[in-house]
């Protein structure tokens, strides 16, 4: 059965940092693009980021290009985000997601909340 | 990149059908048949219900069904039942990126 479970959110001062965890199992995780959507309290979904199967390409949202990276260790099957410079608007639930059907999300952890506040 | 436009709620009755709309530009929705939409109940993650505009998952049932006309896409539930209240959001392709919509919540009456 397809699994993905996030890990490492809790909260932070704005300035700080924060590295996101996905734990991927029941399907060849290095087959797969993967990505990271999130959701602010209340608010809808938003695309975060994405890596390529083998890492060597990603894209991110413009507000959080040169704060956030994107990674992934295909041997321990997880995929991360580092977050640094966070700022109050970054305080949302992170999911993370496969991309196993053409430019669709077809499988969903069920997300780690990160909180930025002082 | 500015999220696409969908009707904040929606409603419809047990057993009937309810359409949403999701509109976007020539950049996204118009520039792609890449179109997918998601259901989300309160405190769950959100789940594939639509994806390349049209397609089923594996698993979904085929009362919902996926549309598009240039810039807007639209979804349909019919036979509405209980278990569908919930919000629904498109998502597009668009070029390197993506963009959700700004989701619908859908109220079975």
């Known amino acids: 059965d397809v699994q993905l479970v996030e890990s490492g959110g809790g909260l932070v001062q704005p300035g700080g940092s924060l590295r996101l965890s996905c734990a991927a199992s029941?399907?060849?995780?290095?087959?797969?693009?993967m990505t990271w959507v999130r959701q602010a309290p209340g608010k809808g979904l938003e695309w975060v980021a994405n890596i390529k199967q083998d890492g060597s390409e990603k894209y991110f949202m413009d507000s959080v290009k040169g704060r956030f990276t994107i990674s992934r260790d295909n041997a321990k099957k997880s995929l991360y985000l580092q977050m640094n410079s966070l700022r109050v608007e970054d305080t949302a639930i992170y999911y993370c997601?496969?991309?196993?059907?053409?430019?669709?999300?077809?499988?969903w952890g069920q997300g780690t909340m990160v909180t930025v506040s002082s | 990149q500015s999220a696409l436009t969908q009707p904040p709620s929606a409603s419809g009755s047990l057993g009937q059908s309810v359409t949403i709309s999701c509109t976007g530009t020539s950049s996204d929705v118009g520039g792609y048949n890449y179109v997918s939409w998601y259901q989300q109940h309160p405190g769950k993650a959100p789940k594939l219900i639509i994806y390349e505009v049209s397609k089923w998952p594996s698993g979904v049932p085929d009362r919902f069904s996926g549309s598009k006309s240039g810039n807007t896409a639209s979804l349909t539930v019919s036979g509405l039942q209980a278990e569908d209240e919930a919000d629904y959001y498109c998502?597009?392709?668009?070029?390197?990126?993506?963009?959700f919509g700004t989701g619908t919540k859908v109220t079975v009456l």
């Open positions: 029941g399907f060849t995780f290095s087959a797969s693009w």
């Open positions: 998502s597009s392709h668009a070029g390197i990126k993506y963009v």
């Open positions: 997601a496969r991309n196993n059907l053409p430019f669709a999300f077809d499988r």
